[in-house]
């Protein structure tokens, strides 16, 4: 249902475009994002946007330098990641819910509808 990709090895500063394909029917209905965990550490909210693509909501540590957006004609979101750091390090995961307040309210993601396998991302210094 949901599909990630694009994850890699890249250096400190580097950017790298996560994709996430999804079915017709997740894409058309529901809110979409990336969580990702870190090696040792919960899961964590990184960024969801509407159905709509018309709201976004980024976690503090990641505004600025990461940008999701939304392809309505590939079923694809995306994530352009730039300036990463170390602490990017991680495996990113695709999810899909109501609304983009249930993503980022959600205590590691805990309860979303769908998730899609990970990919993993690391940031070398």
């Known amino acids: 249902q949901l599909q990630a990709s694009g994850g890699g090895l890249v250096q400190t500063g580097d950017s790298l475009r996560l994709s996430c394909i999804a079915s017709e029917r997740i894409f058309s209905t529901y809110a979409l994002g990336w969580f990702r965990q870190a090696p040792g550490k919960e899961r964590e909210f990184v960024v969801a946007i509407s159905r709509s693509g018309g709201l976004t909501y980024y976690a503090d540590s990641v505004k600025g330098r990461f940008t999701i957006s939304r392809d309505n004609v590939k079923n694809t979101v995306y994530l352009q990641m730039n300036s990463l750091k170390p602490e990017d390090t991680a495996v990113y995961y695709c999810?899909?819910?109501?609304?983009?307040?249930?993503?980022?309210?959600?205590?590691?993601?805990?309860?979303?509808?769908?998730w899609g396998k990970g990919t993993l991302v690391t940031v070398s210094s």
């Open positions: 999810a899909a819910d109501a609304t983009i307040a249930t993503m980022r309210r959600a205590p590691g993601g805990y309860g979303m509808d769908y």
